[in-house]
Structure formats: C-alpha cells, structure tokens
C-alpha cells in the first residue's frame, strides 16, 4: 500500500511537500504519480516520474511551481508545491501500478492508491 503524508492548510503563495511511502513492495514500478481531485471535479493528473531514467511530467497547471521526485533507500516519492493558488485545493493522491509500460494521465490505468491527503489553499 501507499501511505501519504503532508497535506495541511496553507497560504496562497506558500509551500507543502507531500511524501508517499510505500509499505509491503519496492517502488519499483514504470512510473509512479500524484493525481488530485477537486470537490465536484475529476480526478485530475498532476506530476509523474519514471523508474527508469526518472523523466518527470507534469500537468499545465502545476508546471513550474510543482517539482516531483523520489528516495529510493527510503522506499518514497515526494511532491514539493511552491507557490501554491487557492485553485490547487484539492485532495491528492499517490499513485503507481504494477502493469503500466508507460506514462498515463488516466487514473482508471493505475492499481495502487494511497489513502488522499487533503491541501488547502486559503488567506
């Protein structure tokens, strides 16, 4: 499983970094990614990284402000978000799979969830 951690209520403007663990397997999968979903919204793709040569991707909203990246002797993945926008309020998720041969932006392609962790952005 998945265990996330980090999220909180913070300024606009401000910083969070969200961590990842996993818990039971190595994080070894193709790619690994943090999804998030705003209230009445879908579940958005936000930040992917591969295994393999760790490439990152990241969605338009978040590029440039978002940094994704992972530690391997601590079995972890991370999301640093800087400057931070009330309309990055949302709950967000972690996410791999075991199956995947490529970078997806569709949450319906990955097996392995964590359990949300909800950011606030707010004066």
Known sequence: QLVESGGGLVQPGGSLRL????SG??????????FRQA???EREGVSFIMNSDGSTYYSNSVKGR???SRDDA???F????DSLKPEDTAVYYC????????????PYDYNIWGQG??????S
Do not use: H
């Not at 961590?19 to 996993?22: F, G, K, L, N, R």
């Not at 397997?25 to 943090?34: C, G």
């Not at 962790?117 to 707010?122: A, D, E, G, L």
């Open 25 to 34: 397997f190595t994080l070894d999968y193709y790619v690994e990614a943090w």
């Open 78 to 81: 991370y999301l640093q978000m």
């Open 66 to 68: 978002f940094t994704i």
């Open 74 to 76: 601590k079995n972890t």
């Open 95 to 106: 996410a791999t799979d075991s199956r995947l041969r490529y970078v997806s932006f569709d």
């Open 117 to 122: 962790t909800r950011v606030t952005v707010s």
């Open 39 to 41: 209230p009445g919204k």
């Open 19 to 22: 961590s990842c663990a996993a």
